[in-house]
């Protein structure tokens, strides 16, 4: 635990003490993504679950491709079958390697280089963007290592909503998706209008979105989700899973809407600014309209 803390909290002397010309200092944000990422990917198998099932199934591939044996017939294929990016990027990685610890150390640096670039694309203050990647983000790099690569991969299509650039878009997603189909959720984001909307419009998307998500009916947004993404049983999964009031989503998306709407004004009005914007935003709404979910919250990843 006390890693973690030093960590963050050296994350965040850095935002707070060192001189503004850092902000955009490529050394500064390449040394944390590099250390973050030795950090992640020399833990032996910490993360859980997912890791010790994703060294599994390459150890497996690797086994039959070393056997001489068709490697499409392992079981990747059957667990993955509309995911087939991931598995492909299994049969790469075990031409150099059959050690699962050293595949979960080579997909943990792609993980955090699609970061490093995605922060680098985006971020006027890498020092800021560190701080909510660690937030946010770092804790899942140690386990949902697919979905993982699918945000990151992800992140690097929003270049093509402000730039227009429609088939490049779905293109990113849909490769994106190869690894975890839930970032088919972004598809609709490229036909939001690239305008900055009033304070009470958002308010009022906010507040519809929070009763619908309380009274349950975005579960049936999973159910169309399901039928596209071919997951039908992981989507079971999550609709069960109403349980209850998710107060940390509730915090987490009126902390951001209170953070976005105090520097409103401060907000640009190139493209660029009102595209991030606007997906910001779509952030906070996935939380609302999942507030009854577990695992709904995850769909916020990709914004």
């Known amino acids: 635990m006390y890693i973690y803390i030093l960590i963050l909290a050296l994350a965040m002397a850095g935002a707070l003490f060192l001189p503004h010309k850092t902000a955009k200092s490529t050394i500064y944000l390449a040394s944390w993504m590099f250390g973050l990422a030795l950090f992640v990917g020399f833990s032996d198998m910490l993360?859980?679950?997912d890791r010790y099932i994703y060294g599994e199934l390459f150890d497996e591939l690797a086994d039959l491709r070393q056997e001489g044996r068709n490697v499409l017939t392992a079981y990747i294929f059957q667990q993955y079958p509309t995911e087939l990016g991931y598995a492909y990027l299994n049969i790469l990685i075990s031409y150099f390697t059959a050690n699962r610890y050293i595949f979960i150390f080579v997909v943990t640096l792609l993980i955090y280089l699609l970061y490093y670039i995605n922060i680098k694309r985006y971020s006027s203050d890498y020092r800021i963007a560190l701080l909510l990647f660690l937030g946010l983000?770092?804790?899942?790099?140690?386990?949902?290592?697919?979905?993982?690569?699918?945000?990151?991969?992800?992140?690097?299509?929003?270049?093509?909503?402000?730039?227009?650039?429609?088939?490049k878009f779905v293109i990113v997603v849909l490769i994106a998706a190869s690894f975890h189909n839930s970032a088919l959720i972004l598809l609709p984001v490229y036909f939001i209008p690239i305008k900055k909307y009033g304070i009470g419009a958002i308010m009022l998307l906010m507040i519809l979105c929070l009763l619908i998500g309380v009274s349950g009916a975005s579960s049936s947004l999973f159910e169309a989700y399901s039928s596209t993404s071919g997951l039908e049983e992981r989507t079971t999964q999550y609709l069960e899973d109403t349980s209850g009031f998710r107060v940390a989503y509730l915090l987490e998306a009126v902390f951001f809407l209170w953070v976005i709407l105090a520097n409103y004004s401060k907000i640009g009005k190139d493209k660029q600014?009102?595209?991030?914007?606007?997906?910001?935003?779509a952030f906070c709404a996935i939380l609302l309209l999942f507030i009854r979910s577990e695992n709904g919250g995850r769909l916020g990843w990709y914004f």
């Open 47 to 49: 993360g859980g679950y």
């Open 137 to 167: 983000l770092f804790f899942f790099t140690f386990t949902y290592l697919r979905q993982m690569i699918g945000v990151g991969i992800a992140g690097l299509s929003f270049k093509f909503i402000y730039e227009r650039k429609l088939w």
């Open 273 to 281: 600014q009102i595209v991030l914007l606007n997906v910001a935003l």
